[in-house]
């Protein structure tokens, strides 16, 4: 399986669709198993913020282009091109202050509500 960057950047935005008026900033790339990965690129919401609720399995974002700020739980750091974040299922996030061309990775995996720790 392959799932190709352009092509998918190309797709974005979305239709719109429940709590994305102007256009979903997602769209999935590929999926086998208890694994999903999409590609999200928040401005292309229009909404200026990200607006994604927690999920119910872990996820691993890889951040493809772009910077923004990243909260996770109550804290905050700053993400580039290259790095890679951990999320546990149900932890709060969120990116902030993104750049307009900021666009990462999502890879869902795992049981709902997570791996054991």
């Known amino acids: 399986m392959k799932a190709d960057f352009q092509d998918h950047l190309k797709a974005l935005p979305q239709a719109p ?3 994305y008026p102007l256009g979903t ?7 086998h198993g208890s694994m999903s990965v999409e590609l999200f690129a928040p401005a292309t919401s229009q909404l200026g913020q990200d607006i994604q609720q927690p999920h119910t399995q872990d996820e691993l974002y890889v951040v493809q282009r772009g910077r923004s700020g990243f909260w996770l ?4 750091c700053e993400v580039q091109t290259g790095d890679v974040l951990f ?19 999502v890879v869902f995996y795992g049981p709902q509500e997570g791996e054991p720790t």
């Open 17 to 19: 669709g429940g709590n």
């Open 25 to 31: 900033p997602f769209v999935r790339a590929l999926a």
């Open 87 to 105: 999320v546990p299922a149900g932890a709060p996030h969120r990116f902030e202050d993104f750049s307009q061309d900021f666009v990462t990775w």
């Open 73 to 76: 739980d109550g804290e905050r």
